[in-house]
């Protein structure tokens, strides 16, 4: 009873309403006997995208580690030694790619192997983002966080580390005598998330530790 009651000062008048139909005005004779018409207006604009509710927070899908080995067109060794150490820190078995056709302005042939990926989910996908943004990102010097300008617009956001980041990781540096520092690869990290664009998903991870710097877009 207290919800539904509304109240209105002494002398207030409610405001005359129109008509919410229209009729047909015209000397048109198709006008005549016609029903009313809707009111102008009468469509809502959808909104650009769903409201987030409980039901449709964004969460993390995957994470997809990435590394370009470009000596490995000289010497395999380096191939073998990136995905080891993708392992070690990922807890995953690497994935080797080979290029397609050659390109004679990089000095690459067809079907050579030179780079290596590992796709996580679930438990390693949480555990690695744990580890990289609690462990290995404070320690990087002068690191100023994920440039804001990050993403595909799709909610998936990438940034890179080299070579001297992947020798903070714990699996590499307790055992960092057993990599050679020269072949010790950087890498791409993309934390793919269910956000439909990248200010969701960058909230996402804010939430998580990740920092941001610069311009973002949305």
Known sequence: ???????????????????????????????????????RGADVLRLLRKPITFRNIPRLEKVTVHTMVSEAMEDSSHLHVAGMVLQAITGVRATAHKTKKAVAAFGTRA???????????????HHFLSKTIDIVLPQIKEW????????????????GLRKEDIALFPEVEVNYDAYPPRMIPGCHVIVHTTATNDR??????????????GKQIN
């Open 1 to 39: 009873m207290t919800l539904a009651y509304t109240h209105f000062p002494p002398g207030y008048k409610a405001p005359q309403k129109s008509a919410r139909l229209r009729a047909w005005e015209g000397p048109s004779p198709y006008y005549k006997n016609r029903p009313l018409r809707a009111p």
């Open 111 to 125: 079907n050579q192997y030179l780079s290596l990926s590992c796709e996580l989910k679930g438990e390693d996908m």
């Open 144 to 159: 100023k966080g994920v440039k804001g300008s990050s993403g595909d617009s799709s909610g998936n956001l990438g940034f």
């Open 200 to 213: 969701d998903a960058r909230l996402l991870l804010t939430a998580i530790g990740l920092p941001f710097y």
